[in-house]
């Protein structure tokens, strides 16, 4: 079965303070891991995916399959960046169902 | 090109009715899901479907089923309403991998009394 944890129910960092999100997963195959972003009562928003490496509004994270995790980063918070986080795994190949972590909120503080 | 439409946005029901919650997408994604949404819980899938007349059960089926007749559509029925199914719903599509990620809709919020 899979997996995805996320440890943290709130983050709260200053403004200008690096930031780091926590996921790990549990899947004994080989999985494909996405952060989701949704702000104050929208929609949920893909923000990256492991398999492009592509940085997004500042954000990174990088797959570890030594540890099973997939942290998201960012060097310098911006309170535009408050919102919830909610890390996704997918087995890779084709039609699978794709699982959710309970989601973190980060708060930017000004 | 709309991306993925959901009606209603908000509904209030009474235990034991029944209601479907729309979903509609533009995009040709061969792939959709139902999931809710609820605090503390994150977002559970209820049903998916990988193409027309293809449809599976997710990890909270129960009291919701789904039709998918065609491949833009992919509706969610509650059967007998009920309290504990006061959530956020969201649908989302994707094409044929999951590795492009999941487009959402703008969710409906559903309050059964």
């Known amino acids: 079965a899979q997996r995805v944890t996320q440890p943290e129910k709130l983050l709260s960092v200053f403004k200008g303070a690096p930031v780091e999100l926590k996921c790990n997963y549990s899947?004994?195959?080989?999985?494909?891991l996405f952060w989701y972003v949704q702000y104050s009562r929208q929609r949920l928003q893909l923000l990256l995916r492991?398999?492009s490496r592509e940085s997004i509004k500042g954000f990174t994270a990088d797959l570890n399959k030594g540890e099973t995790s997939f942290h998201l980063k960012k060097p310098f918070a911006q309170e535009e960046d408050s919102a919830m986080y909610y890390c996704?795994?997918?087995?890779?190949?084709?039609?699978?169902?794709?699982?959710f972590g309970t989601g973190t909120k980060l708060q930017v503080i000004p | 090109n709309a991306g993925v439409t959901q009606t209603p946005k908000f509904q209030v029901l009474k235990t034991g009715q029944s209601m479907t919650l729309q979903c509609a997408q533009d995009?040709?994604?061969?792939?959709m899901s139902w999931y809710r949404q609820d605090p503390g819980m994150g977002l559970r899938l209820i049903h998916y479907?990988?193409?027309?007349?293809?449809?599976d059960q997710g990890e909270v089926p129960n009291g919701y089923n789904v039709s998918r007749s065609t491949t833009e559509d992919f509706p969610l029925r509650l059967l007998s309403a009920a309290p504990s199914q006061t959530s956020v719903y969201f649908c989302?599509?994707?094409?044929?991998?999951?590795?492009?990620?999941?487009?959402f809709g703008s969710g409906t919020r559903l309050t059964v009394v």
């Open positions: 479907s990988v193409g027309a007349g293809i449809t």
């Open positions: 995009m040709n994604h061969e792939y």
């Open positions: 899947y004994s195959g080989s999985p494909e």
């Open positions: 989302a599509s994707s094409p044929r991998t999951g590795t492009y990620g999941y487009t």
């Open positions: 996704a795994l997918t087995p890779s190949g084709g039609y699978q169902k794709v699982t």
């Open positions: 492991h398999i």
